[in-house]
């Protein structure tokens, strides 16, 4: 979901930090429907203060991206070194994130930008058409977006190559901009649907059917953005709190499979690293799972696209 900011009271949020070391791609062309886009990553640290880690996660790096095309990413998964992201314009993006000799992220790079289309193979518009908010990699290959207004699951078929179909999507009154944020894959070829506002179904080929221990609303301030699978069962859910304009927060979660929630793994608010928290993306690792997480700037220039990075050990 994008939020609209002031600018005047935004400017707070400049005190991100960041330090040395940028490291600047602009890939050749490649052919099909994908072209080359400007990346900048430049490290950034996780900030004295403001960040509580459960015990057995630890900091592994992160980045501030920029570029013309890096704008409103709303949702990541990844897919060995290859991220996958979706935005609030339409887009599918993706580009190759680079970890140093002991796995710590270290830059990112070799981005690539494809306009989403509807079934009739146009491009998506206007935003009420093309506002993607989640992202799913499916074990088959199939790659599914769901969109919020019009709130709706489309997959893309394997390697988003083909036109959209519909698949099973919640059937729930969502509001107009707090739709399925979440997106991820479930064991036997299913996918979990995540209400930003609260809510989590489990669907199929046939229908979704609600977790009987989802919350199904919210009441201190932090809405559901994003999910994927835990390796080791259930799910990481991803969880973002925004009161201009000073307080950002955003923290993640472990979601039981009949959708029960554990405390916060990860916590962030100022003056840590942080931002609006839409993405995150669960890759097994030997001790346990690397969490990435990536935050949406809402094309506003007084924020950042963040892409912070966790380990959970077991």
């Not at 992202?135 to 019009?150: M, Y």
Request: glycine residues 10%; aromatic residues 6%.
């Amino acid at each position: 979901m994008r939020l609209v900011l002031r600018a005047a009271t935004s400017l707070a949020l400049m005190g991100l930090a960041a330090c040395a070391a940028i490291a600047t791609a602009t890939p050749g062309s490649i052919a099909g429907p994908d072209r080359a886009i400007r990346m900048e990553a430049r490290h950034v640290p996780l900030g004295l203060g403001g960040a509580t880690l459960a015990p057995g996660v630890s900091w592994a790096g992160g980045l501030v991206l920029r570029g013309p095309n890096l704008h409103g990413l709303s949702d990541l998964k990844i897919d060995g070194d290859r991220a996958w992201a979706v935005a609030d314009f339409g887009d599918l993006v993706r580009f190759t994130i680079r970890l140093d000799r002991n796995g710590r992220l270290t830059s990112a790079d070799s981005a690539i930008n494809r306009p989403l289309t509807g079934t009739d193979g146009a491009v998506l518009t206007p935003k009420a058409n093309a506002d993607a908010e989640g992202l799913a990699l499916l074990p088959d290959g199939r790659v599914l977006i769901s969109f919020e207004r019009d709130h709706r699951i489309w997959s893309y078929g394997a390697g988003a190559n083909s036109r959209p179909v519909l698949v099973s999507t919640p059937l729930h009154p969502f509001e107009d901009n707090q739709g399925i944020e979440g997106l991820a894959p479930a064991p036997y070829g299913k996918w979990l649907a995540l209400g930003e506002a609260g809510g989590a179904w489990l669907c199929d080929a046939d229908s979704c059917d609600p977790l009987p221990n989802a919350p199904a609303s919210y009441d201190d301030g932090f809405l559901t953005t994003g999910a994927d699978i835990d390796p080791a069962g259930g799910w990481f859910v991803v969880q973002r709190l925004f009161v201009p304009p000073l307080n950002m927060q955003a923290r993640v979660r472990h979601m039981a499979p009949d959708g029960t929630l554990s405390a916060p793994l990860i916590h962030l608010r100022p003056p840590a690293s942080t931002d609006n928290f839409e993405g995150i993306a669960a890759v097994p690792t030997a001790t346990g799972t690397r969490l990435y997480l990536l935050s949406d700037d809402n094309g506003n220039f007084v924020q950042k696209t963040l892409l912070l990075a966790f380990d959970v050990r077991r």
